[in-house]
């Protein structure tokens, strides 16, 4: 009894994700270290740019500045930082 209540809560969270990431199926993709990050680009004053958007699995927030062919910010409450050569082949 116990298995099908565990079976039927994972099922029902899976569920529940889906929306979200159809929702973010029109916005740009890129997969670093196993995690999804979906996102949108936007220019700032000073000739950057900040991309923020969504990371999956967990539907964590984040955001990133693109600077001198790095990506560096917070995702998932943690630091990060690589190169943008790292993100290139993301979907539109």
Not at 2 to 14: D, E, T, Y
Not at 62 to 90: C, H, M, T, Y
């Amino acid at each position: 009894m116990l298995s099908k209540i565990v079976i039927a809560g994972v099922a029902g969270s899976v569920s529940l994700a889906a929306p979200a990431i159809a929702e973010d199926a029109a916005k740009s993709r890129f997969v670093h270290e196993g995690y999804t990050y979906v996102y949108q680009v936007k220019d700032s004053k000073d000739g950057k740019q900040t991309i923020s958007g969504t990371r999956y699995p967990g539907a964590t927030a984040f955001n990133l500045r693109v600077r001198d062919g790095k990506v560096s910010g917070i995702s998932g409450g943690q630091s990060v930082a690589f190169n943008v050569e790292e993100a290139r082949g993301a979907a539109n």
